[in-house]
């Protein structure tokens, strides 16, 4: 009996699997990295044109509508928010849109975004509250290790190390 292989599974950033119920929380912020061995087609010159790249360390940085486009020797750094991107700061980034966001986002910056490796993912949760949120400041998230708290008038924000 012979076996046949089956080809291997193309990786994707956003997974068939997950669920797409809806959920409180979004995927917001995040980080990718393309290395120069997958930017088969993609014209470096004019990439650079759209970002209004300058000068960076050993490579070239420049901003694409929110994302942040850092390119090196060894591939393309892209950091952003997806959610503010395609729907605005002040709207929810639904799954489904979420795959059309990285659609837009591979088109409009000829990469193939799919190979790109996941380095960072933020998730936001927005939270209606019946009082302006600075009544509530002294009381969110009291003890997060490994996090600094900064009280700021319009909330609450965490910076980490890591």
């Known amino acids: ?6 080809p291997p599974l193309k990786p994707f950033i956003i997974s068939e699997t997950c669920n797409h119920f809806p959920v ?13 061995d997958k930017l088969r087609e993609t014209d470096i010159s004019t990439l650079l044109l759209k970002i209004d790249a300058k000068p960076f360390h050993n490579g070239y940085k420049g901003r694409f509508k ?3 486009v850092t390119i090196y020797e060894t591939g393309i750094s892209i ?3 997806f959610s503010n991107y395609y729907v605005g700061p002040a709207s929810i980034l639904s799954f489904s849109d979420l795959k059309h966001a990285v659609v837009k986002l591979e088109k409009e910056l ?9 380095n960072r993912v ?6 209606c509250t019946s009082k302006p949120v600075e009544a ?6 009291l003890d997060l290790s490994r996090f600094t708290r900064l009280e700021m008038a319009g909330g609450v924000n965490f910076k980490t190390a890591s």
């Open 79 to 81: 950091y952003g928010s």
């Open 136 to 141: 509530y400041n002294k009381f969110l998230f």
């Open 122 to 127: 933020d998730v936001n949760w927005n939270v």
């Open 66 to 68: 929110n994302f942040t």
């Open 110 to 118: 000829n990469l193939n975004l799919q190979e790109a490796k996941l």
């Open 1 to 6: 009996m012979t076996h046949i292989k089956s």
């Open 24 to 36: 409180q929380f979004e995927i917001d912020t995040v980080g990718l990295f393309l290395d120069l």
